[in-house]
């Protein structure tokens, strides 16, 4: 094939691999509750998974000082005082991996307190592997035509 | 693609031409080099409300690894206040040419030190330390100080800025990533030079100093070691120097043959990678370890952390070279074919950079209000509630970076494997990998 033939049709699978949306598995949404631990500098469980459309309940408790529990993405939280359960219940409408965060200044590490929420399937991670690998093709590609 | 050379522009010129512009520039950068050390050490113990950090790790860090160092190289040298106290010190003078006897004891850099070991090694050990300097102002205080003393210290005992080109655990990567930048300074005419009595650009005239970082303007080929003091535009006779606009990573198209270049390029590479996974990432006992500064956890840590940079990312570098046949030796090999992991390492600096700056740019408003922690309310900005930024454009941002870095380091790899007459899969391969693992630790 002609490769400049081939490199538009990578460039046109990359932007498909990028933006095309994925569908979603019809799955019952159902009630989650995850009880996290929250202590200097941890989550534990630090990693959730849910299904899109979940109800999702998180009863988080403070095992030391003040923390908190912010989620990117859904722009949403909930703060913990020492000993306390503090709870949080949100419609997982959004899929993708999504950071949680302590938003409550807990001492020297808090800025890197964080834990993963995982909505479905990491969307962006398998768009970015169907990227590269798109890229590392593309590259090769051109070398051929240039040989 | 042809290059641009932008001191054609008069007013280009002139205003590098001048010391006036930069020393306004050097002065503003002094103050607040000073201000951050002072902050460090009488602010607020607490992190997020230091000037010191808040300014050096958020904001300093976010525009020269997103935009200073891709964009402008070396410009951060150009500006950058550390060396400057020595160097009024060396020279006697803050703006006048120089005397003609070298002030302090003027020695040569002993050979053995005339490479990047040093670079190398003063980065690593504070990328071993840096979860307590990245959230600790005090440490970043005495670590901001010491950089200054030391290098007037040793201004004070060799010629030049030996901390610049030898030490600054900064300047190794700048000068590496440099490389990757569309500006550049050199000749215009290799001939000029060649005629050229006294070389004044390397040896200083009553019109400026020799060039502070011992390069030879007329033999700069690459970017890693001009400091873009600009002296050298000021010395030379002839008016034979450019700054020209080129096209990305034109340097590359050389590949170094220089072991300690080739591991300061693993050094960033594998340093990006363990923060990512280390910083960003939910596992809390790895945050323990990194902060525990001397508790046993910390020297596993240490030792895992030099295993990643010194034995695994080479080691496998290395098998995959001694699957392409070549006549050359491995190491001449390797030292090139490291090249192609030079914009690799700056694309996963740029992803690991962009969430930590996005999360924590909102510290910055509320420091510029309270800079020492003391409950001053300057610009009414100081109860400025944390809020992380654009996290929905983090994750397609740092895919574009990571696929950008690793489009970039193919080529790059076919490059510089062509130059040396071998394959380039194995080296592309090692990327896509390494590219896989960063995806993993970032998405
Ligand atoms: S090498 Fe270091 S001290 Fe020297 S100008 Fe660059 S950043 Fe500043
Ligand atoms: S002073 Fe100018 S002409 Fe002379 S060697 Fe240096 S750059 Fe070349
Ligand atoms: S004198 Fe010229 S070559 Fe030397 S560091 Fe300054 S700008 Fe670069
Ligand atoms: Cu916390």
């Not at chain 2, 210290?153 to 569309?182: D, H, K, M, N």
């Not at chain 2, 700056?346 to 408003?365: D, E, K, Q």
């Not at chain 2, 944390?386 to 740092?398: E, H, N, R, V, Y």
Request: aromatic share 12%; glycine share 8%.
């Amino acid at each position: 094939m002609n490769p400049r033939l081939s490199l538009l049709l990578i460039g046109l699978a990359g932007l498909a691999v990028a933006f095309a949306p994925l569908p979603v598995q019809p799955i019952a949404p159902q009630e989650r509750t995850f009880e996290i631990d929250a202590r200097q500098y941890a989550y534990s469980p630090s990693e959730l998974q849910v299904n899109h459309g979940d109800t999702v309940t998180i009863q988080l408790v403070s095992t030391d000082v003040v923390h908190g529990l912010y989620i990117d993405g859904y722009d949403i939280s909930v703060e913990a005082d020492p000993g306390q359960t503090a709870s949080l219940t949100f419609i997982a409408n959004k899929s993708g991996s999504f950071r949680f965060r302590c938003n409550v200044t807990c001492g020297a590490m808090h800025p890197f307190m964080i834990g993963k929420l995982n909505v479905g399937i990491d969307n962006w991670l398998y768009r970015s592997i169907g990227l590269a690998t798109l890229a590392i093709f593309g590259t090769v590609i051109s070398m051929r035509q240039k040989a | 693609m042809a290059k641009i050379e932008l001191t054609r522009s008069p007013f280009i010129k002139n205003a590098l031409k001048s010391r006036y512009p930069q020393l306004a520039v050097f002065i503003i950068m002094l103050v607040g080099y000073i201000f951050a050390i002072l902050a460090g050490l009488i602010g607020t113990p607490v992190g997020s409300h230091n000037f010191s950090i808040v300014f050096v790790w958020i904001a300093w860090w976010a525009v020269l690894i997103l935009v200073a160092v891709p964009f402008f190289g070396r410009g951060w040298c150009a500006v950058c206040p550390i060396p400057l106290p020595g160097e009024w010190l060396q020279r006697g003078a803050i703006l006048s040419p120089p005397g003609k006897r070298p002030k302090w004891l003027n020695l040569r850099v002993p050979k053995m030190f005339r490479n990047i070991w040093m670079q190398n090694i003063s980065f690593l050990l504070l990328a071993l330390f840096s979860s307590v300097l990245l959230t600790t102002p005090n440490i970043t205080g005495i670590v901001l100080a010491a950089m200054l003393f030391a290098a007037i210290g040793l201004s004070t005992i060799f010629e030049r800025c030996a901390f610049c080109r030898y030490l600054c655990p900064v300047g190794g990567f700048i000068g590496l990533y440099s490389q990757t930048a569309p500006i550049e300074l050199r000749i215009k005419d290799k001939q000029v030079c060649v005629q050229c009595e006294g070389k004044p650009c390397y040896n200083g005239s009553e019109l400026g100093y020799g060039c502070p970082w011992d390069v030879f303007p007329g033999g700069l080929s690459k970017n890693t070691y001009c400091g873009l003091c600009m002296e050298c535009i000021r010395t030379c006779p002839h008016d034979n120097i450019a700054v020209n606009l080129r096209p990305f990573s034109a340097d590359l198209a050389k590949p170094s043959t220089r072991i300690d270049e080739a591991f300061k390029a693993f050094i960033m590479l594998g340093s990006a990678m363990i923060y990512a996974g280390v910083l960003l990432g939910p596992w809390g006992a790895f945050k323990d370890a990194a902060y525990n500064v001397g508790t046993s956890a910390w020297f596993m840590y240490v030792i895992i952390f030099l295993a990643i940079i010194f034995g695994i990312l080479p080691g496998f570098f290395t098998l995959g070279i001694l699957k392409t046949k070549s006549r050359l030796p491995v190491k001449h090999c390797f030292a090139s074919l490291a090249t192609a992991l030079i914009p690799l390492g700056l694309m996963f600096w740029v992803a690991f950079s962009l969430s930590f700056v996005l999360t924590n740019a909102s510290y910055i408003v509320a420091a510029l209000s309270d800079p020492l922690g003391f409950g001053w309310n300057l610009f009414g900005t100081t109860n400025t509630a944390w809020q992380p930024m654009l996290t929905s454009i983090l994750a397609p941002g740092q895919t574009l970076a990571l696929v950008g870095g690793l489009i970039w380091s193919a080529r790059t790899a076919q490059k510089a494997s062509s130059e040396i007459n071998i394959s380039s899969i194995p080296t592309i391969v090692y990327s896509f990998i390494l590219t896989l693992v960063m995806f993993w630790l970032l998405l």
